[in-house]
């Protein structure tokens, strides 16, 4: 089922200019299970209430998930276009192929971009060595939407280890800057528009500001915290108003990622296609179907069907 992303426009709101005079929380989202086939996630957008956060459009909340030896994620090939998808573990690996030939062991603290542009397909596995034992695989996967102008680029993928990804200090709290810029930081992961994405763990008690962006949320991934009057609970997203200053307190030792950046419009959204044009959703549809996207390299004898 197709889902429209609207994005009415809102009168500044003066009271926002005093001390404690706005309401800091539009929404608070809540997350649903979603079975991947041999595990659940937790999405989180889009949801009905709230399609978008800035340019992202999907939110998803894996694990933590346990397998026994010989076990573990085996996502089939599968498509996009228009849109970019960005993965981040906090525990685990997950082995990347694609279409444009990328072999990539994706692992805890790296940055994974995969640009579908004007159409890619990946597959999501785990290597003989990794499955080979018990483990745990636990990280988010969230989708991009692309700007108009970028939604038809070629297909690429970008990989950005561990290291590479700023870490800054805040108060005490530890930072690391996934995407765009905060806390004085840049991250070297490429962006189509405004972006923020920032990882932070804050023991109970700590306190940090909520950088600026034209839309921002913050997901709990473990723990608890406060954002004014409002309490965001564990595996929870709490969507903020355009008031300056957001604080957010924990109240348990917490791991949080906070999300946002500049609104793109409107987009649809179907299985795994995103597009400002809904007749692209349908041509891409289509073309799964008669099997004319470009084949993984090293992993093409499998598919997942498209939906009916």
């Known amino acids: 089922m197709s889902t429209l992303t609207q994005h009415p426009d809102e009168a500044f709101d003066q009271d926002c200019l005093k001390p404690a005079g706005c309401k800091l929380v539009e929404l608070?989202?809540?997350?649903?299970?979603?079975?991947?086939?041999?595990?659940?996630?937790?999405?989180v957008l889009p949801t009905m209430q709230r399609r978008m956060v800035?340019?992202?459009?999907?939110?998803?909340?894996?694990?933590?998930?346990?397998?026994?030896?010989?076990?573990?994620?085996?996502v089939r090939p599968h498509p996009?276009?228009?849109?970019?998808?960005?993965?981040?573990?906090?525990?685990?690996?997950?082995?990347?192929?694609?279409?444009?030939?990328?072999?990539?062991?994706?692992?805890?603290?790296?940055?994974?971009?995969m640009v579908a542009?004007?159409?890619?397909?990946?597959?999501?596995?785990?290597?003989?060595?990794?499955?080979?034992?018990?483990?745990?695989?636990?990280?988010?996967q969230l989708w991009l939407a692309l700007p108009e102008a970028d939604e038809e680029i070629d297909p690429a993928f970008y990989h950005y280890p561990s290291a590479d990804?700023?870490?800054?200090?805040?108060?005490?709290?530890?930072?690391?800057?996934?995407?765009?810029?905060?806390?004085?930081?840049?991250?070297?992961?490429?962006?189509?528009?405004?972006?923020l994405y920032v990882e932070a763990h804050l023991k109970a008690g700590q306190t940090i500001?909520?950088?600026?962006?034209?839309?921002?949320?913050?997901?709990?991934?473990?723990?608890?915290?406060?954002?004014?009057?409002?309490?965001?609970?564990?595996?929870a997203m709490a969507v903020f108003s355009d008031a300056p200053g957001i604080e957010l307190t924990a109240t348990r030792d917490s791991r949080i990622a906070i999300v946002g950046g500049e609104h793109l419009g409107r987009r649809y959204i179907e299985w795994n296609f995103v597009s400002s044009r809904r007749e692209r959703i349908q041509q891409a549809k289509a073309d799964w179907k008669a099997q004319t996207f470009p084949k993984v390299k090293g992993d093409d004898e499998e598919f997942i069907p498209l939906p009916e």
């Open 28 to 43: 608070l989202i809540e997350p649903r299970d979603k079975d991947l086939g041999g595990f659940s996630v937790r999405r």
């Open 209 to 235: 500001k909520v950088p600026d962006a034209q839309e921002r949320a913050v997901y709990v991934a473990e723990g608890e915290l406060t954002a004014g009057a409002t309490s965001v609970p564990e595996h």
């Open 80 to 113: 996009h276009v228009n849109l970019a998808t960005v993965t981040y573990l906090f525990e685990g690996e997950i082995l990347h192929r694609d279409s444009v030939g990328s072999y990539q062991p994706i692992r805890p603290g790296d940055v994974n971009l």
């Open 165 to 195: 990804i700023p870490r800054v200090e805040v108060d005490g709290v530890p930072i690391r800057v996934i995407m765009g810029s905060a806390y004085g930081a840049t991250s070297p992961v490429k962006v189509y528009a405004d972006t």
């Open 54 to 74: 800035g340019p992202w459009i999907f939110f998803d909340h894996m694990g933590p998930a346990d397998f026994a030896a010989g076990e573990g994620i085996n």
């Open 117 to 140: 542009g004007k159409g890619i397909t990946h597959s999501e596995r785990e290597r003989s060595e990794v499955t080979a034992k018990a483990h745990r695989l636990h990280g988010l």
